[in-house]
């Protein structure tokens, strides 16, 4: 089924130190994964997306990694700051039905 | 400024009333979708559609319905509200690029309370 399941729920990180979020997805087919950060308050912004084609992806402190052949991408931020603090979500695009499928969410902390 | 505008902002109504939850984008966008999402928390798909007189099923259809008769609207109807349906509801839209470019901007929601 279309499934893409994000671990874990929270994290928890002192200031500069990095922080990494792991996805997983279940349609092979799949090639398209975004990154959207979510702010108390606010509406979901994407952040980061890759595709299937390329195996790694960075834009400054964040980077994205993707392993087709078991499914999972991962979300890593370095030198972490207070204004990382947010719930990040994965997705994936499911090609069958055309749509986007999130996954859980993970509370973000930075403690300075 | 091009942006998706979602209302009202916050809304609160009895159990058994039927309501719209209005959403607009003047991005030019063609994709539209719904998410239902409990603060903090996991992102549902409600409905989606790809363009005019599309609509499509998300996980969490059955309790409402959509209609696309305008590019630029896509308005959430809740048939008769329930407590349980008491929850944030985001609308998005993207250009759509097909499986490799999905990239979605999001309303500021509508926070619904059903009593």
């Known amino acids: 089924g279309e499934n893409v399941e994000q671990h874990p729920s929270t994290l928890s990180v002192q200031e500069g130190d990095s922080a990494v979020i792991k996805c997983t997805y279940s349609d092979s087919a799949s090639n398209y994964f975004p990154w959207y950060k979510q702010e108390l308050g606010k509406r979901p912004q994407l952040i980061i997306d890759i595709r299937s084609n390329v195996g790694e992806k960075k834009d400054q402190r964040i980077a994205v990694t993707l392993n087709k052949t078991a499914k999972h991408f991962s979300l890593h931020i370095t030198e972490t700051q207070p204004e990382d603090s947010a719930v990040y979500f994965c997705?994936?695009?499911?090609?069958?039905?055309?749509?986007?499928?999130f996954g859980q969410g993970t509370e973000l902390s930075v403690k300075p | 400024e091009a942006d998706i505008y979602q209302t009202p902002r916050y809304l609160v109504i009895g159990t058994g009333k039927k309501i719209t939850l209005e959403c607009s984008q003047t991005m030019g966008h063609d994709k539209m979708y719904w998410y239902q999402q409990d603060p903090g928390m996991e992102l549902h798909l409600i409905h989606y559609s790809y363009g005019v007189n599309s609509t499509e099923k998300g996980d969490l259809s059955s309790e409402s319905t959509v209609s696309r008769i305008r590019t630029e609207h896509f308005p959430l109807t809740l048939e008769s509200a329930r407590p349980s349906h008491t929850s944030q509801y985001l609308c998005a839209s993207s250009e759509y690029g097909g499986s490799t470019n999905e990239k979605l901007f999001f309303g500021s929601g509508t926070q619904l309370s059903v009593l």
């Open positions: 997705a994936a695009f499911y090609n069958q039905g055309g749509k986007l499928i």
